[in-house]
């Protein structure tokens, strides 16, 4: 998980406030993964350039949400943003919002990190074991393969985290075997 920033987490806040009270939280998770798969951190510097106007970055965001069909309160979020000079921000606006969404949704993100894809039958019996600790809650699974970790698994919900690696294993072994020589 990655470090939001005050700025992104007020944006955040706000588009999904304004969502929710308009009733719109699954069409603006829809544009802003429209935005997202669009458009790079580097276009959004490039539009904050100062030799580029205010009003010209507006009607740019403009254009570009009426060329993706992006309407409504993201539409006017984003040109709100663009108005701010804060579109460098938005990739972590979005994941905040997304964040804002699954916690208003009861679902928690459990994290699995093994070195190798793992079966599935072992994913749905750590989802099930994940479940029967988050009565009430989703529990929504993501993947990740780090190979760093060599082999076993770690295992995120939020900032905890439970590492059953091999890295780790021999990690604390080696941090034994130093106590005992020393």
Known sequence: M????????KYAI????????????????????IFNNNFTREFAIELNNPAISK??????????????????LSKDFLVTMSQNKRLSYFQEVSEEFKSLVKKDKNIIV??????????????????????SGYIGKQIEIKEIIKETI???I?????SSLIDASLKNQIETLEKDLNLTIN
């Open 2 to 9: 990655s470090r939001i920033s005050n700025i992104s987490k």
């Open 14 to 33: 706000a588009l999904f406030r304004a969502s929710k009270k308009a009733e719109c939280i699954e069409e603006v998770l829809q544009f802003l993964e």
């Open 55 to 72: 009003s010209d970055s507006v009607n740019i965001m403009v254009q570009l949400c009426d060329a993706f069909k992006i309407k409504g």
């Open 110 to 131: 459990a994290e699995i990190i093994s070195a190798s894809e793992l079966d599935k039958n072992i994913v749905s019996e750590i989802k099930k074991t994940i479940s």
């Open 150 to 152: 060599l082999g076993g």
């Open 154 to 158: 770690q295992i995120r919900i939020g």
